[in-house]
């Protein structure tokens, strides 16, 4: 069993930075893959970015990329997602996801490879 919580979701204007954070317990952490989806209002979960068990291999969506960051504290069973340059279509609710086998592409860009889910934080970017 995994649970996952997220935290550091919040307002912020665009252009500022914003930084997500995903604690997971139940399972050893450098076991687990680990991702962040997100979801606007009457759109489907988008993948983000992604994070092998060893912090080797990183992934991120071409809509983020050079903006947002994802890292992982192994010794704290933490994951990150530093957002920055923050645009107004950034607003969704993000999700931290789990998987306990080594994901490799495409797979780690599906939402249904992932078994495991917190329970979302809201980011919301005024312009």
């Known amino acids: 069993q995994v649970q996952l919580v997220e935290s550091g979701g919040g307002l912020v204007q665009a252009g500022g930075s914003l930084r997500l954070s995903c604690a997971a317990s139940?399972?050893?952490?450098?076991?687990?893959?680990m991702a962040w989806f997100r979801q606007a209002p009457g759109k489907q979960r988008d993948f983000t970015a992604a994070?092998?068990?060893?912090?080797?291999?990183?992934q991120y969506a071409d809509s983020v990329k050079g903006r947002f960051t994802i890292s992982r504290d192994n010794a704290r069973n933490t994951v990150f997602l530093q957002m920055n340059t923050l645009k107004p279509e950034d607003t969704a609710t993000y999700y931290c996801?789990?998987?306990?086998?080594?994901?490799?592409?495409?797979?780690?860009?599906?939402?249904?490879?992932?078994?495991?889910w917190g329970q979302g934080t809201l980011v919301s970017v005024s312009s």
């Open positions: 994070i092998s068990w060893s912090g080797g291999s990183i």
């Open positions: 139940g399972r050893t952490f450098n076991s687990l893959s």
């Open positions: 996801a789990a998987a306990t086998v080594i994901l490799a592409p495409p797979g780690a860009v599906m939402s249904t490879s992932y078994p495991y």
